[in-house]
């Protein structure tokens, strides 16, 4: 790691160096003074010396401009030009911005949510043209998480984003680790008619499929009004493949001797007449490795977006009011298939029972080895069950968004300005999951060197539909709405102050409103019904002997095709739209909560020279009041009827902030800030009642409508040298101490005693009536406000144009960032031992470098973002076997090259993930044996391809 940030971060740091030094030779030869003349804005030069650039690097020079002109900390992403944002995705070109780390939609690979300095997803605020907004996609729908999901927008929508790490006043309260806002073009940012148009095909090497995508945009201006409409279409099939152990590995002392693994308990069968340990001692079986399931994924996303914006604006004097709007709409279709085999769930109790089947499904060992390095255990094994599982799934996302904005300027030293918004985000999720079995076959499982796509064979036939029974069928279906009220005004006022000092007040009122609303139903036990109804020999002749996906990886060692179920049987027969009806509604996962937060805030700047060295001010304090309101469902009496609760809850904070810039010399630069902001907790462990989150999982959650937002106090400081125009190189230092963390505690307990549903629990839990047993052992998680923890880290950011080099290299640039984060978890992990490992729940480091050419007609960028790895989960601790789950560090590249024939006709090619990365988990022993399990023990391990745009996009 050290030497991959050294290759990265010295190079430019000599580059910054020379760079700045041999501007000032050539400076000092032509008689002109070695540093920019001083402005405002410390980097900038005087207007004798503006170059004017334009594409990539111009955006990236209006950014840094930006940037400087601010008190706290702020970084900003411009358009290069109205409706030509810089990357395809408005969260990729994010994680450019020192402290923020892409999250991915694992479907798509579409950049989708975005963690700041080391703190969850839900830890930050977006905001659309200053209104706070949430929407959900793909596989967030239903999970009631706050935030925002980018990759319901096409980039083209959008005109800047400004990205807010220090708080202010101002700023929408709710984003304990920053503030995101992103800002529609209007007509008047450009106040002349442009026309401007893209269109692209889209291929993926995985899926070998070809998608059109295009966007126009117009914006004209007609003495004081001005008007502008864009539209954007895009779409991509994506397949993925890759293995699966669905959460763990396991062994057979593990598995016998938790308490809480119910059905999932594992254990070898030592009775079975063909057991035979190759020579190895019990001990060293039973403590040998198995995934939990040891199966080949592979999946096919079929996905389309389509996104309308516009703006009628009047400008006249100082009046300014706009009308603006913003529509997207995003569908998924996705398909994915299962094969393997089921290694939890074999603990044999009734051996009178059918082989393979429920109470005889022990593994036989009858021809083994295990890897004295990793521990893991292979080889032939008898009575093994063989799943084969396909899961259709379709979901949707419509965001609707209005606002009234104006402004009037009163005097030269008073404006007014105010804002009525309005935003409602739909989103819609159903699917059905139809498995089928072969029981008491003798399988041979092999590893060999790739953990990817490993090994897998038997003697039975795997495309005889004749060989499949044991049926099973799951449905279910989430709606998620989030809407959103916001009203504001503010007035901003200059005035003057002794010794030259200038103020500049600022203060304003907002009242915002939101409401979600989950209603989930889950019609698995209708469909269930339906299956029986159909039988087991309607089902085998409802399948087909060859694979539903087309163009899969699935590597030479596994089976290349099994029968299956097609999407279209699939929804025929268990149409998820049909059985999914308002009678399977679940009323403990269903809940609507209201949030009304009241909000009044003052603010200042002051500006002025202290000892000939200029220091810019921002202070001001934020009181809010928010009051909530949640309808949703509890039980009652010993009957188990669900019926409407009602809970209320109200608290109110006190936001200081304050912070400072001081022009150290003309072109170095100290900022520092000191702030209180806070985060509210997700909705779904505040409204929702006593859920069990994963069907397949023994564990249920309790939420608690009494909790309060989580607190911090945070303190940056930074240097920022603004070494050249254009250029930076800046280091920043972050502490955020939390309070009242939302602190997860668990309980056991048994299914009986949590009074839920039998259909709370998958069919594995069940019996053959539908009924699962009051005694199984659960683990329940309740939450509360408790304990303290401390985040820090630091942020290293360059930037520069090379125009020091000799003319024919002068378009050539580079941007880099690097940010560490001290490990920080919300819960301790504890050894089996009592030892505390030290962990993190959020990379510990992660940095993104960008090389860029531009000069005449031709530009091209390349640009590596990487993040190390983190903890997978939500609170994940120690579950008995001394493994932690990591998710593995991974990185993308990206690349763009493009030739402007003329201002309305260019030649673009994008290439996305051109590294192919392998996306994975991994399961690394506690105590540091078995070897590397980043290599071995992988979990999830999928590769997505590469996706190519080739396209034209010009500007009239």
Do not use: C
């Not at 007509?187 to 002349?192: A, G, I, Q, S, Y």
């Not at 010993?638 to 209320?648: F, S, V």
């Amino acid at each position: 790691m050290k030497k991959k940030i050294l290759a990265t971060v010295l190079p430019l740091a000599l580059a910054a160096f020379y760079g700045a030094e041999a501007t000032a030779q050539e400076a000092s030869a032509a008689g002109a003074q070695a540093n920019p003349v001083k402005t405002d804005v410390p980097a900038q030069p005087a207007e004798a010396e503006t170059v004017v650039v334009t594409g990539f690097r111009s955006s990236l020079q209006k950014a840094l401009n930006l940037k400087a002109k601010a008190i706290g900390t702020r970084d900003s992403i411009v358009a290069e030009d109205i409706g030509k944002f810089p990357e395809a995705n408005v969260a990729e070109s994010l994680q450019r911005v020192p402290g923020v780390i892409l999250n991915r939609d694992e479907s798509s690979g579409e950049g989708q949510r975005i963690s700041i300095r080391g703190l969850p997803t839900e830890y930050s605020v977006t905001t659309l043209n200053g209104a706070p907004v949430n929407t959900t996609s793909t596989s967030t729908i239903g999970t009631a998480a706050r935030g925002f999901n980018y990759d319901v927008f096409a980039s083209e929508l959008f005109g800047r984003v400004d990205f807010y790490k220090s708080p202010l006043a101002e700023l929408t309260e709710g984003g304990l680790g920053g503030v995101v806002d992103l800002q529609t073009p209007r007509p008047f940012d450009n106040p002349k008619q442009a026309i401007r148009y893209g269109v692209s095909g889209a291929y993926n090497t995985m899926s070998k499929h070809v998608d059109p995508n295009g966007f126009g945009l117009y914006s004209n201006t007609w003495g004081n009004w001005g008007f502008l409409i864009g539209g954007s279409h895009s779409g991509g099939v994506n397949n993925r493949s890759g293995f699966e152990a669905t959460g763990g590995y396991n062994n057979s002392f593990y598995g016998s001797q938790s308490p809480t693994k119910g059905f999932f308990a594992m254990a070898l069968d030592y009775d079975d007449p063909r057991a035979n340990l190759s020579g190895y001692s019990r001990s060293d079986v039973d403590n040998a490795y198995l995934p939990r399931i040891y199966r080949f994924y592979g999946s096919r996303n079929e996905r389309s977006r389509d996104g309308l914006v516009s703006s009628l604006q009047y400008k006249s004097g100082g009046l300014n009011l706009s009308l603006d709007t913003m529509y997207s709409n995003l569908k998924n279709k996705r398909d994915e298939i299962t094969f393997g085999l089921l290694i939890r769930n074999s603990l044999t109790n009734n051996r009178a029972a059918a082989a393979g089947q429920a109470g005889h499904t022990g593994l036989v060992p009858m021809d083994i080895r295990i890897d004295p390095a990793t521990n893991l255990m292979t080889g032939t094994f008898g009575n093994t069950v063989l799943s084969n599982g396909v899961t259709y799934s379709d979901d949707e996302t419509t965001f609707g968004y209005t606002a009234l904005n104006g402004s009037w300027e009163a005097s030269k030293d008073l404006v007014f300005s105010g804002q009525v918004s309005f935003n409602q985000s739909k989103a819609l999720s159903y699917q059905d999951t139809l498995s089928g079995n072969m029981y008491g076959i003798t399988s041979t499982i092999g590893y060999g060197s790739d953990h990817v796509y490993p090994s897998m064979s038997s003697t039975s036939s795997y495309t005889d539909p004749n060989n499949y029974s044991g049926f099973g069928i799951g449905t279910s279906l989430t709606r998620e709405t989030d809407k959103g009220k916001q009203a504001r005004i503010a007035a901003d006022w200059d005035y003057g102050l002794p010794g030259d000092w200038k103020g500049h007040l600022k203060a304003g009122l907002t009242l915002v409103e939101t409401t979600k609303g989950i209603n989930k139903r889950n019609g698995t036990a209708a469909a269930t019904t339906q299956l029986n109804a159909l039988g087991i020999a309607s089902l085998r002749s409802g399948m087909v002997p060859n694979l539903p996906i087309d163009n899969l990886d699935i590597g030479a060692g596994w089976p290349q095709a099994w029968s299956s179920f097609t999407r279209g049987y699939t929804y025929a027969n268990f149409n998820p739209l049909t059985y999914n009806s308002e009678a399977s509604f679940t009323p403990a996962q269903s809940f609507t909560a209201k949030e009304k937060v009241s909000t009044a805030y003052v603010q200042s700047d002051f500006k002025g020279q202290i000892m000939e060295h200029e220091l810019r001010i921002n202070a001001g304090v934020r009181y809010s009041t928010t009051d909530t309101n949640i309808d949703n469902f509890k039980k009652t009496g010993t009957g188990g009827t669900y019926l409407p609760n009602t809970e209320n809850g109200s608290y109110s904070n006190v936001l200081p902030a304050v912070s400072a810039a001081l022009d150290l010399t003309d072109n170095l630069m100290w900022r520092v800030s000191y702030g209180k902001t806070i985060s509210r907790a997700s909705l779904s462990i505040i409204a929702a009642q006593t859920v069990i989150p994963n069907p397949f999982d023994n564990t249920a959650t309790a939420g608690n409508p009494n909790l309060l937002p989580q607190k911090s106090k945070n303190l940056d400081t930074s240097l920022e040298w603004y070494f050249r125009p254009g250029s930076l190189l800046s280091l920043a230092l972050f502490k955020k101490d939390l309070s009242d963390a939302t602190v997860a505690s668990t309980t056991n307990t048994t299914f009986g005693a949590l009074g839920l549903p039998d259909t709370s629990l998958g069919a594995i839990f069940q019996n053959a009536q539908g009924k699962v047993d009051p005694n199984l052992p659960m683990v329940l998680r309740s939450y509360s406000n408790a304990g303290q923890q401390t985040l820090k880290g630091f942020e290293v950011a360059y930037q520069q144009a090379f125009d020091f080099l000799p003319e024919q290299y002068r378009g050539f640039g580079a941007l880099a960032s690097y940010t560490h984060i001290n490990p920080f978890n919300s819960a301790k992990w504890i050894t089996n031992a009592g030892k505390e490992i030290e962990v993190n729940s959020v990379p510990k480091y992660a940095y993104s470098v960008t090389g860029y050419y531009e000069k005449g007609p031709l530009a091209l960028r390349l640009s590596y973002n990487y993040k190390g790895r983190s903890l997978h989960g939500d609170n994940p601790t120690n579950t008995g076997n001394d493994l932690i789950r990591w998710r593995a560090a991974r990185g993308y590249m990206d690349a763009n090259i493009s030739y402007k024939l003329s201002e309305s006709f260019e030649l673009r090619i994008d290439a996305l993930n051109l590294s192919n990365t392998l996306a994975y988990d991994y399961f690394e022993d506690a105590t540091g044996r078995y070897g590397d399990g980043q290599k071995t023990r992988m979990d999830y391990a999928k590769y997505d391809g590469r996706t190519i745009k080739i396209g034209i996009r010009g500007k009239i």
